[in-house]
């Protein structure tokens, strides 16, 4: 699974998602990509099992990108435990997402390989997407 390699801090914030994306709204790598529409956060497993997915249908072809990567820890208390003493240890790393992020981007494909390969891709995520085309 996608995790960071070191962190300063063990738990953060939960946070709120608001507004649209600033940054990574545009495709910079591939031709295609996958963008969001709804806010939300993305684990490291969803991101891995989308990556697996496009690359299963593009049968090793083309390149893939994603441009999205889980740095946001998540913590959880175990279970029967009674409110207090303390947040949860770190569970599981998420990305915050916002609409209008590129998630995945694809290239070296045809249009209906890519198509249905970031389809496939996104049947994987729990946020809404939209396929965009890169203008030549």
């Known amino acids: 699974m996608l995790q960071p390699k070191k962190t300063k801090y063990d738990k953060r914030h939960k ?3 608001k507004g ?3 940054r990574g709204t545009k495709l910079c ?3 295609y990509g996958l963008k969001s529409l709804d806010p939300g956060w993305i684990t490291d497993r969803q991101i891995e099992s989308a990556r ?3 690359t ?3 049968k090793r072809q083309g390149q893939l990108w994603l441009n ?3 740095d946001k820890p998540v913590t959880k208390k175990p279970q029967e435990v009674r409110m207090g003493k303390g947040k949860g240890v770190r569970d ?3 990305s915050v997402v916002k609409p209008g992020r590129v998630l995945i981007e694809v290239d070296g494909v045809d249009l209906l390989m890519g198509k249905e390969a970031l389809r496939l891709a ?3 995520l729990p946020v809404r997407t939209k396929f965009i085309i890169k203008n030549a």
């Open 56 to 58: 299963r249908y593009m």
């Open 29 to 31: 790598f591939g031709k």
């Open 68 to 70: 999205i990567f889980p």
């Open 122 to 124: 996104s049947q994987k």
């Open 92 to 94: 599981h790393w998420v």
């Open 20 to 22: 649209n994306a600033t």
């Open 52 to 54: 697996v997915a496009a």
């Open 15 to 17: 946070g709120r998602i």
